[in-house]
């Protein structure tokens, strides 16, 4: 189970960090991604990381803003995003997978709930 949270309203130009607690003893078998949703729009890719921490992957708009990352002795990858823009509005949606780091939202294996980020202009 993945329970994301964090999120809230913040303006343009702000950050956030939002954590993403795995329960289970099996986290660090997972590849873990962040994925987002704005009202409208598909679920889409925003960052990726390895089982270590030592690879990470980011969606072109995000990429120098956002920094992903794990802790795996508290079953817990972070998203900390800096520099925000109205157009990061969505909800954000943390996901494991088994196999391998994936950019396909359909292809991961768990989702967490979801945690609602608000960037007012």
């Known amino acids: 189970q993945l329970q994301a949270s964090g999120g809230g309203l913040v303006q343009a130009g702000g950050s956030l960090r939002l954590p993403c607690a795995a329960s289970?003893?099996?986290?660090?078998?997972?590849?873990m991604g962040w994925f987002r949703q704005a009202p409208g729009k598909e679920r889409e890719f925003v960052a990726t990381i390895s089982l270590g921490g030592r690879f990470t992957d980011y969606a072109d708009s995000v990429k120098g803003r956002f920094t992903i990352s794990r802790d795996n002795a508290e079953s817990t990858v972070y998203l900390q995003m800096n520099s925000l823009r109205p157009e990061d509005t969505a909800v954000y949606y943390c996901a494991a997978r088994r196999s391998g780091p994936t950019a396909q939202a359909g292809l991961n294996d768990y989702w967490g709930q979801g945690t609602l980020v608000t960037v007012s202009s």
């Open positions: 289970g003893r099996t986290f660090s078998s997972y590849f």
